[in-house]
Antibody, heavy 116, light 110 residues
């Protein structure tokens, strides 16, 4: 079965860029869709965006101007970049397989705190 | 787009049933048969329980069922068990490649 693992800095300064990588094992990212979901502490889930195997991307309109999701097929990884972060971007970030209506595999999540 | 509305909490005794509502609009829940439900235990990643309104992924007990009427979708957990105590989130396709999550419901097994 496919497994996903997030990696990246746990602390990012305000106005800087948040960068996370998701390593996929047990399956190829050259198929399916790959999404990022986040959850602020004590709050609900928020869809960030997804990238398809054919390199079609789609982002939450509220974050679209700051988000880039990329596939790195040779490393079987995909990544998230979120620019100009503020404290409101503090959250647990999950990488997942699928689109929000069918996310069938999740990473364990990684907490990213935005603070100086 | 606004988050789908769920009750903050719901509860039931072991063996009973609990139903969670997820209210959207005619542009999301009411427009598409693409409503999903996720279960999240504390400190854990969410788990897909229902997709396309009423379909269960392999391995999800048939105690979990979904339905939809108009702009409101529902998740019913029958034969409530202690392990069902968790947060539950709905999500819906909202058109134009957009998606929206619900506000979340904490289910307590009394």
């Amino acid at each position: 079965q496919v497994q996903l693992q997030e990696s990246g800095p746990g602390l990012v300064k305000p106005s800087e860029t948040l960068s996370l990588t998701c390593t996929v094992s047990g399956g190829s990212i050259s198929s399916n869709y790959w999404s990022w979901i986040r959850q602020p502490p004590g709050k609900g889930l928020e869809w960030i965006g997804y990238m398809s195997y054919s390199a079609t991307s789609n982002y939450n309109p509220s974050l679209k101007s700051r988000v880039t999701i990329s596939l790195h097929t040779s490393e079987n990884q995909f990544s998230l970049k979120l620019t100009s972060v503020t404290a409101a971007d503090t959250a647990v970030y999950y990488c997942t397989r699928g689109r929000p209506i069918l996310l069938d595999s999740w990473g364990q999540g990684t907490l990213v705190t935005v603070s100086s | 787009q606004s988050a789908l509305t769920q009750p903050p909490s719901a509860s039931g005794s072991p063996g009973q049933s609990v139903t969670i509502s997820c209210t959207g609009t005619s542009s999301d829940v009411g427009a598409y048969s693409y409503v999903s439900w996720y279960q999240q235990h504390p400190g854990k990643a969410p788990k897909l329980m229902i997709y396309e309104v009423n379909k269960r992924p392999s391995g999800v007990p048939d105690r979990f069922s979904g339905s939809k009427s108009g702009n409101t979708a529902s998740l019913t957990v029958s034969g409530l068990q202690a392990m069902d105590e968790a947060d539950y989130y709905c999500t819906s396709y909202a058109g134009s490649n957009n998606y929206v999550f619900g506000t979340g419901t904490k289910v307590t097994v009394l």
